[in-house]
Structures are given as C-alpha cells and as structure tokens.
C-alpha cells in the first residue's frame, strides 16, 4: 500500500515518489474481459517480471464492471478475468499497485481494492517523482465537447444511480452493460477514433495550474503519443492495449517514468512469452 497525501486537488490526492525508487510504471485501457485471452496473457507475464517500484493503472483496466461481486462468480483459473486478477493480486503482494477508475469500470468498489491488495486513486491525482509533478487521469471527464456522452457521466456518478444500479440482479446489470457495450462498439465501427473527443486543451492546462504540475498523464482516447502543451508544459497519452485483434493492429505500451525521462516499451518479455 501507499500513503495518499492531501494536495491542492483535494484530500488524498497525492503519491509522493520515495527517494530510492527507480521506476514507475503507468498502463491503462486494457479492457480486460474473456474475449481477450492474449492481452490478459501479456498484462500476467508483464506484472510477474516488473521491477517497477509502483505501478498505476489509469482506468478500463476491465472492459466492464458490473460490481464486485464478480470477484465471486465461478471461473476456470486459466480464463483470462481470472488470469488478470490472480496477477494483479500477486503483482500487489510484492509492490504498490494503484488504480484509478475509467469509464468502463468506475463501479470497482473498496471489496476488489482489499482483495486485491491496490490503492485506489481519485479521479484526478497527482503523482510526485523525479523531479516532476504529474496530474494522472483516466481522461474521460475532461473531453468536454462530448456533451451527451458529460451528461450521461453526471448521471450514472452520482451515489444515487450507483446504489440502485447495484442493488439490481447481476445478470439484469450485466444485460445493460453488454448493450452500452454494444452501442459504444457501433460508434466505433462507424466513427472511428477520429469521431471521439479529446480532451478539452483549457481543461487539461487548469489542471496542470490547479496542482501545480507540469505534465499531465491520461489514458482514454486510445491516441498514444506525446504534446507540449505550453512552456515546461506536456501531456502524455497512453495506450490502449489489444492483442486479440478486437480493433486493429496488435498493441501494448508501458509508460515508464524514471530519473532520466519517460519511456514508452513494450511489456516485459512480451516476443518471447507464449499466450
């Protein structure tokens, strides 16, 4: 576990680097589910031979999560969802693993933390290493222009719509993820990425005032790569990650931060490791 400090983002809003780690390591956008066998393989082989001090997921590590009781559902060990978290349960007994929520799986509750052994972030963090300071974010909140998609986030976010969408069957709430599912898979198909948001530039450069950081981390919009948003001011986009030929070419990035910059490599061991 790591101690969250309180920061001009709010309480428990910080993780401050110790002095003598040598790397962090950032994924996001897995989209974990039992369809992708070869990415939950990767994400296994790549958590089993890390020698990341820390290591952060930023959201939609899981396709969808319907509720922790899932952690309770039957499942062969050699399925990938069980796959996925036998590994994160290990790869957390023998460093800090710390998570954010995305906008597949922000129904991840404090029963999968505890049982599998992560810290989990708020929204928006920031995190403090080597030299620099960072705001971390999954990324969906701030693309702005999507306006139905803001609407819809400020619904299904509130105490209320989460209490009484949990408190429905596990088979009724898993009916209407696999057709919201179903309908943002349809826009993919007819849009592509370039039809989705990006975040909102204003948005990201508040951010980066409010916590007095100079690089801004996200996931979300499956456009990896690296902007400068301003003097001493960058943002760094994840990648996705898909090595079963859900949507297109095969892919997987770490992001690596450490004292001589960030790096982006692929997961550890990943040509030589059968899945």
Known sequence: MIALLDGPLGAASEIHAAPHWRGIELLSDLHLGEHTPATACALAGHLAASDADLIVLLGDLFEVWIGDEQLDAPADPARPMAQALQALAEAARRRPVAMLTGNRD????PEAARR???????ERCVLQAFGHRHVLVHGDAE???D??????RAQVRTPGWREAFLARPLAERMAVARSLRDGSEQRK?????AGYADLDRAEMLSLLAAAGADRLIHGHTHRPGDERLGPGLSRHVLSDWDLDG?????RAEVLRLDASGLHRQPPSGLAARPC
């Open 106 to 109: 922000f129904l991840l509750g």
């Open 116 to 122: 599998l052994g992560w810290t989990v972030l708020p």
């Open 143 to 145: 693309c702005l222009d």
């Open 147 to 152: 306006r139905d998609y803001q609407r819809f």
């Open 189 to 193: 198909r007819e849009q592509g990425l």
């Open 246 to 250: 859900q949507h297109g070419p095969a």
